[in-house]
């Protein structure tokens, strides 16, 4: 049996590449800087791609591998225009398009539910914003929610209890 897929982190990126969340899923504080670095570096590619899929007239929203550093970088942009950008452990493993997709599905759902919540409230007014990263400062304590999604579906991913 393959080991489990590893999620090392996830970043969701404003449609003006600011970063909503980068969220990671280890201790060191060193690594947390090193994936931020890796989710900036990725919107480049994931422009490239983008620009790809619409001279294709693709609109499929998955944009797959995106480079191997150290880690496996994949990228999925949302009809919104917000970018997700999750890194996995490198293994010896086959990685499949569909449980990369899978996870990708389980990490928009908790954006859209924490984005479309009626209940929220926001300091900001809702007229003419164009910057969801305005709206979701993932520092801010009403989105714990979603960042507890967003641990909760690195967990699972990871397979730990």
Known sequence: MPPPLRLN?????????????IRTFSQSREDELKYHYIAHT????IDERIMAAVAAKSNDPYLGLLYVEDVAVYGYMTPLKVKII?????TDAVVKDIDVIT???ALHTAYRRSVGNPF???NTPAE???DHSILVSAGSPRWKAFR????????AVSGIA
Request: hydrophobic letters at 50%; charged letters at 25%; glycine letters at 2%.
């Open 120 to 122: 929220l409230r926001l």
């Open 148 to 155: 507890k999604r967003i641990d909760e579906i690195g967990k």
């Open 9 to 21: 982190a996830v970043a969701f990126v404003s449609p003006q590449n600011h970063p909503i969340l």
């Open 128 to 130: 003419n914003i164009t």
């Open 103 to 105: 996870i990708f599905r």
């Open 42 to 45: 990725s919107l480049d590619v």
């Open 86 to 90: 999750i890194t996995l452990e490198l």
